[in-house]
């Protein structure tokens, strides 16, 4: 089966200008993760949708980052404007469920690395 | 919200056993045990994840002992593809707290030749 589909694979833009990513998840799966990963630290979650709800969203940066997940499928991600410590690797992964249950391991996509200078 | 602790880094040799230890002292009744592998350029991948006692794939094993306040990932034979970051998650199938979904440092391992 085809896995998650993530682009542009590199961007790099100026500080305060904008940006958005795209992440098609593996047909069928509901649930749907947005993961920012700084160099040598593990992914940490930005947002989670479950078909076109948000579940998580606590650590999104709300002020600069926003994400949607329109028909339940594909997903968005943009930060605007764009500062310094927003270059990271940008990660989407999707499940059949919620994470954590039997059989719901998370597909992650290859990612999109950010560059703001 | 259970945390985890990995060694930060480890070396083996290709051929040998290697086994990773994670910490979650905090460790909830619901919470499952979620091992991901993840190498340089890549998301990271799924290798196994466990409730109790052992669980065994065509990958790895993971060994839970009875209070659950850590568990062990066994690679058998490892080999240069293995090296890679490995992480530990712990969380419940409920997602509450959102445990499932906090990656930590993880284990570095490297394998030499």
């Known amino acids: 089966e085809a896995g998650v589909a993530q682009s542009p694979r590199y961007k790099i833009i100026e500080k305060r200008q904008s940006v958005a990513f795209w992440c098609n998840p593996i047909?069928?799966?509901?649930?749907l993760y947005w993961y920012q990963q700084i160099l040598g630290q593990g992914p940490k979650l930005l947002i989670q949708f479950q078909n076109n709800g948000v579940v998580d969203d606590s650590q999104l940066p709300k002020d600069r980052f926003s994400a949607e997940r329109l028909k339940g499928v594909d997903s968005t991600l943009k930060i605007q404007p764009a500062k310094l410590e927003d270059s990271a690797v940008y990660l989407c992964a999707s499940s059949l469920g919620l994470a954590g249950a039997a059989d719901n391991e998370q597909f992650f996509g290859p990612g999109t690395r950010l560059t703001v200078l | 919200l259970a945390k985890t602790t990995q060694p930060i880094s480890m070396d083996s040799y290709e051929g040998q056993e290697v086994n990773i230890t994670c910490s979650h002292n905090?460790?909830?009744?619901?919470?499952?045990i979620t091992w991901y592998q993840q190498f340089p350029s890549q998301g990271p991948r799924f290798i196994i994840q466990g409730y109790k006692t052992k669980v065994t794939n065509e990958v790895a094993s993971l060994f839970i002992p009875a209070d659950r306040k850590s568990s062990t990932l066994s690679l058998p034979r490892v080999s240069l593809s293995d090296t890679a970051v490995y992480y530990c998650?712990?969380?419940?199938?409920?997602?509450?707290?959102?445990?499932?979904?906090?990656f930590g440092g993880g284990t570095r391992l490297m394998v030499k030749p």
């Open positions: 047909s069928g799966h509901a649930t």
């Open positions: 905090n460790i909830a009744t619901n919470d499952y």
């Open positions: 998650l712990v969380g419940d199938q409920n997602n509450n707290a959102g445990n499932m979904l906090t």
